[in-house]
């Protein structure tokens, strides 16, 4: 089993920066897929980020060269560093995981087992 711990989430403006963190407890060793998802009011949850165990990291479009995933293995933390926000970020955002079967993490969120309670992120204009 794993848990996971989202912080980091807040308020800023258009323009403003956000580090979101994800602390993993549990049994962490095999877990191939880490990932961050959002979902904002009346819409789908949607995939942002992967990181795989290889250290190959995957964006969904919209968050390319504004968003970083990252991940301190020896303190079982998952990072995203969120850069130049828009309004259109404003979501819950999740941390999910799982074991996987090796090679690419999917961007799903039915591929992932292991979620955390969410974080809220508001970025006004």
């Known amino acids: 089993q794993v848990q996971l711990v989202e912080s980091g989430g807040g308020s800023v403006q258009a323009g403003g920066s956000l580090r979101l963190s994800c602390a993993a407890f549990?049994?962490?060793?095999?877990?191939?897929?880490m990932a961050w998802f959002r979902q904002a009011p009346g819409k789908e949850r949607e995939g942002v980020a992967t990181?795989?165990?290889?250290?190959?990291?995957r964006y969904t479009d919209s968050v390319k060269g504004r968003f970083t995933i990252s991940q301190d293995k020896a303190k079982n933390t998952l990072y995203l560093q969120m850069n130049s926000l828009k309004p259109e970020d404003t979501a819950m955002y999740y941390c999910a995981a799982d074991y996987g079967s090796g090679g690419y993490c999917p961007i799903a969120p039915h591929e992932y087992n292991y979620w955390g309670q969410g974080t809220q992120v508001t970025v006004s204009s």
């Open positions: 549990g049994y962490t060793y095999s877990l191939h897929c």
């Open positions: 990181l795989d165990s290889d250290a190959f990291t």
